[in-house]
């Protein structure tokens, strides 16, 4: 069946005059973490849906673990799971009560729903909180069940969408931790994400989807090139200081910088990002510059839409990518 999980070509999704997907193109690796990153709207879900056969596609063709999705939806549901962009569990049963439950949905029987239950609190590291209730779970702790409810079956293929939207960076990191456990495991995961950094982190390769379609499918790496890396950005008190720090960026960074008149921003593209940083407020200090602002930003999905598409994301929420420096 070659080597890939998820493989979907031209998929197309319309809802009344909206192009959700328009010609969608897909291709996942078997045994890997694949990143589909876009802004809201983009089509994520959408896409989820029609790969994990919860809607039916109206164009196009998908494969998922080797089956087609529209002529053999059932046998797909039998090789994958799906964690949704919106909790499933219940918030009055236990973390133990909710897996136990799935378990039986799933027709595994009492005794195998209660050991898989078992396994799944210890590997997901909810072993110590199996027995609350899940409505005193802090975020991280509840996507974690969700994932674990979506293993219950030992899926070949897993659908994540959005597994750390509205979660502090803690809670972020510990999801993290249970995907990337869950890949050494042997488990082809589909992640959706409107974090670079996420994406970055986790997979080994990225699809951009921007109206219903992927705009560039990259190693995070050649990602990451095609933007230009880390950049320093320094917002100046006064306009009329805004040549000279671009010119200090210029000398420090040895590159090109981007000058915002409207926000005062210089901006460049940087190596050494840390000699970098200091170099540029040392220097803007001893040329009595006054400086409203300073940091290294790392490219966020902002970054790699104006680069790609001309135009930005309406994402204004993609936190933890700007690292402050007072
Ligand atoms: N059931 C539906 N009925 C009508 N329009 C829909 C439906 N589902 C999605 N859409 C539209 O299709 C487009 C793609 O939506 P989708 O939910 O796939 O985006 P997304 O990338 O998951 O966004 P988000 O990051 O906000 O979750 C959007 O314009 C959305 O409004
Ligand atoms: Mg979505």
Known sequence: MGDYAVRAEGLEKRYGEKRALDGFDLAVREGTVHGLLGPNGAGKTTAVRILSTLVRLDGGSARVAGLDVARRPREVRARIGL??????????????????????LFHLGGRRARSRAAELLEQFDLAGAADKGVGQYSGGMRRRLDLAASMILTPSVLFLDEPTTGLDPRG??????????????GTTVLLTTQYLEEADRLASHITVIDQGRAIADDTPDGLKDTVGGDRIEVVVAERADLVRAAEVVARVTGGEPARDEAELRVHAPVAERVAALTEVARTLQDEGVRVEDIGLRRPSLDDVFLRLTGHRTDVTADAGVKEAVA
């Open 83 to 104: 964690t949704g962009q919106y909790a499933a569990v219940d918030e009055v049963l236990t973390g133990r009560q909710n897996l136990e439950m799935f378990g039986r």
């Open 172 to 185: 972020r990191g510990e999801v993290w931790d249970s995907v990337r456990a869950l890949v050494s495991g």
